[in-house]
């Protein structure tokens, strides 16, 4: 659960009125609530929408150190109280959600691409071992952060490096065994964003994995409600 303002003191005041030049969206007191699924909450004092890293790098750069910083992603598991969030919320857009194929095991994947389109991605590239992520409804950022999982795999079952922007702004790419993953869990510094270059690899491609199998299955798993046809429909896609 998110923190709330200091008492007396409300979301937008204080001295941290002066704030770094941006290319992307800079907004003070911005709603939160159409952000997250639960679709309530407070404000953030600031809400930030880099353009891009070199965006992103530079405002972390030149932002106050003891003004907080926390990423967003789809908000699916976050819950926001009704008196906000103080510091900075980042919300990473398009220009984070890209994905390149490395090559034929390999894909890398921009902080804020939905799990669903990295494992659509890995379909359509013929990557297998991905496809667990179709079912988790998040982005790749909170994925390495928390060690997403589903269906008996997790993120440390495939990840080779993340790269981070940390809270100073520093650019830092992290193998694996630098993460420090746990049971849903990770070392990842507080204020750090995933930005574009974590990478995934697979140890297979094609059916040896079942890839023709998974998808259906984890759309089946995720509605026990899903009726024959859409089930039927899950098989083609």
Not at 67 to 75: D, Q, S, T
């Amino acid at each position: 659960m998110s923190r709330g303002a200091s008492q007396g003191q409300s979301l937008g005041e204080g001295p941290f009125l002066s704030m770094p030049k941006v290319r992307g969206k800079l907004t003070p007191n911005a709603r939160l609530a159409p952000l997250v699924w639960f679709k309530s909450g407070g404000n953030a004092q600031w809400l930030f929408e880099p353009a891009d890293v070199e965006d992103l790098v530079d405002f972390l750069v030149e932002l106050d150190t003891e003004l907080p910083v926390m990423a967003l992603g789809l908000g699916s598991n976050l819950i926001v109280r009704d008196g906000g969030v103080p510091g900075v919320v980042v919300r990473l857009g398009k220009a984070f959600s890209k994905i390149e194929q490395v090559d034929e095991t390999t894909l890398r994947c921009g902080g804020g691409a939905s799990g669903i389109l990295v494992s659509s991605t890995a379909r359509d590239s013929g990557i297998a071992g991905l496809e667990f992520l179709r079912g988790i409804p998040g982005t790749v950022g909170g994925f390495v952060r928390m060690n997403g999982g589903a269906y008996g795999r997790e993120v440390s079952d495939i990840l080779v490096s993340a790269k981070l922007v940390l809270r100073s702004g520093d650019l830092v790419e992290l193998p694996l065994e630098k993460l420090g993953y746990t049971y849903r869990h990770s070392e990842i510094p507080e204020g750090a964003v995933v930005v574009p270059g974590a990478r995934a690899v697979t140890a297979g491609k094609g059916p040896e994995w079942g890839l023709a199998l998974a998808t259906p299955v984890i759309v089946k798993y995720r509605d026990s409600r899903t009726d024959t046809r859409t089930e039927l429909e899950a098989w083609i896609r």
